[in-house]
């Protein structure tokens, strides 16, 4: 019962929120907006796409062979395309897939692979944290009028400048009281079971990153990951007039945005990418909730699509070509 639940869930959280965002959008309307996106630019991000994906591969084989263990730069490009074309399905089946592929294909043990895919995620994770921070930090005038205005209904009183002072030294001030009173917060069950999650996620980045004997191609690789997915994220602003005058830094806050509705417990990030990335766009940056909706859907459709033609065909040559012919060799 449990095992279905949580296959279930996530695809109902999906149909849910994608049902959401059909309900609230005019079809016409979307669909107008969304034929006025430059294919060219379109095209360009998948292409990017599928270097980030290159990327992810060879950062896995170097994880893979910190435990001594060989695989082929292509059969780990076959193996993170299965990933995604699997994920559309099942949230999260596409992590083990991917394994099973490199099980047919190189002989990698599947629960050696999938260690390395937890490795992964933590630091993916962290990265994302990380980028949380850096659009806090530059874009903290927007965040903070969308609190004071939207949410509190408040008038602007004093300057958000000082406020980031403000905000500053209320942190280092919780900081050092936590840090004070430490032993006393770690005896509440809430506060021990938080603390022992981000100390487990440091101590795997640790010995993920730190034990590497090529640590510094590893975050070579996981840079230009991420900056491939900025640009991803940003370029396609340009493809459509709504969005076309936003800046960098709102490319990072969507880009963030994505993040999110991607991890979320859904079947492909389908409905929460969708009502995340649109509802950001237009509650930071203006766009009317039309614009956005399209901007939504034009990213994730062109990503789907490419993980369903490509992805697929992948998923079919690394079980069936590649797999069958090590089986018989």
């Known amino acids: 019962m449990k095992k279905i639940l949580n296959i279930a869930l996530p695809v109902l959280i999906s149909a849910g929120l994608f049902y959401w965002f059909l309900q609230g959008a005019n079809p016409t309307q979307l669909w107008n907006n969304m034929l006025q996106a430059n294919l060219g630019i379109v095209a360009v991000t998948i292409l990017i796409a599928l270097f980030a994906h290159f990327l992810r591969a060879l950062r896995w084989i170097l994880l893979l062979n910190t435990l001594g263990l060989q695989a082929k730069p292509l059969n780990g490009f076959l193996a993170v395309m299965t990933a995604y074309f699997g994920n559309i399905f099942i949230p999260r089946a596409g992590e083990l897939m991917r394994c099973v592929v490199l099980n047919k294909s190189d002989g990698i043990p599947i629960e050696s692979g999938f260690a390395t895919v937890v490795a992964e995620r933590v630091i993916d994770f962290l990265c994302l944290l990380t980028l949380i921070g850096f659009a806090l930090l530059f874009e903290f005038d927007r965040f903070y009028f969308f609190i004071n205005e939207k949410i509190l209904k408040a008038n602007p009183s004093g300057s958000t400048s000082m406020l980031k002072y403000y905000v500053l030294g209320g942190a280092i001030l919780m900081f050092a009281i936590s840090f004070i009173f430490r032993k006393r917060l770690l005896q509440i069950s809430l506060v021990q079971k938080i603390w022992n999650f981000i100390a487990t996620i440091f101590k795997q980045a640790y010995e993920v990153v730190f034990k590497l004997k090529n640590r510094g191609l590893f975050l070579t690789y996981t840079l230009f990951i991420w900056v491939c997915y900025y640009f991803m994220t940003y370029l396609i602003f340009f493809a459509m007039p709504a969005t076309a005058h936003l800046g960098p830094m709102a490319g990072l806050v969507i880009l963030i945005a994505g993040g999110l509705g991607m991890s979320a417990p859904s079947s492909g990030g389908i ?41 697929g065909t992948c998923s079919f040559i690394a079980y069936y070509v590649i797999g069958n012919s090590r089986t018989k060799a």
Request: aromatic share 12%.
């Open 271 to 311: 409905g929460t990418f969708h009502f995340i990335v649109a509802t950001g766009l237009t509650l930071f940056y203006g766009l009317e909730k039309s614009q956005g909706e399209a901007y939504a859907a034009v990213v994730h459709t062109s990503q789907l699509l490419t993980m369903l033609l490509l992805g």
